[in-house]
């Protein structure tokens, strides 16, 4: 009897601490090198994301100061745009200035989105330079990976993200 009370007083405390999320829910996505052409310059990690049911491919940038989308996310996903306060340095030293999308949410894989309120979005001449994936969607900031715990492994190529 003492046995059956302590194994139902054990069982109860598990299930209550899996139902009321104390458990960790960690989920680990592969990556890929990939040689970008603008705008990302270089070999950077690409991960395959999705928004509003669409998928294309996000530059993991961890230097980026923000999340930013681009043209071919915006018309392929349907999201509106408004102009922003936003600007890029151009490479001539003049502002180009950035468009921006609001309450945009990212799903990374099964069960882990990121929301942003608002993110900017690339302008046209410089989100789809010629020879540029047309799948590429935006770059996922370290904000963004911060705010689900993301730990990278270059090693094995995956990212650990909690949910």
């Not at 310059?41 to 940038?61: C, K, L, M, R, W």
């Not at 309450?103 to 882990?112: A, F, K, L, M």
């Not at 690339?122 to 020879?131: D, W």
């Amino acid at each position: 009897m003492i046995t059956r009370t302590i194994h139902g007083l054990f069982l109860g405390a598990f299930l209550c601490w899996m139902v009321s999320g104390c458990a960790s829910h960690r989920v680990t996505i592969s990556y890929v090198d990939v040689h970008s052409k603008p705008p990302a310059y270089g070999y950077q990690p690409i991960i395959e994301a999705s928004i509003n049911g669409v998928t294309g491919h996000f530059v993991i940038d961890t230097g980026a100061m923000g999340p930013t989308l681009t043209k071919t996310a915006v018309s392929r996903c349907g999201i509106a745009v408004t102009p922003s306060k936003g600007y890029i340095v151009g490479a001539g030293g003049g502002n180009i200035p950035m468009m921006q999308a609001t309450n945009v949410t990212v799903r990374i894989s099964q069960g882990v989105a990121i929301h942003w309120p608002i993110v900017l979005v690339f302008p046209s001449g410089l989100a789809q330079p010629p020879g540029t994936n047309d799948n590429f969607f935006g770059l996922l900031d370290y904000g963004s990976l911060r705010a689900h715990n993301a730990v990278l492994d270059m090693k094995h190529k995956t990212i650990t993200l909690t949910k």
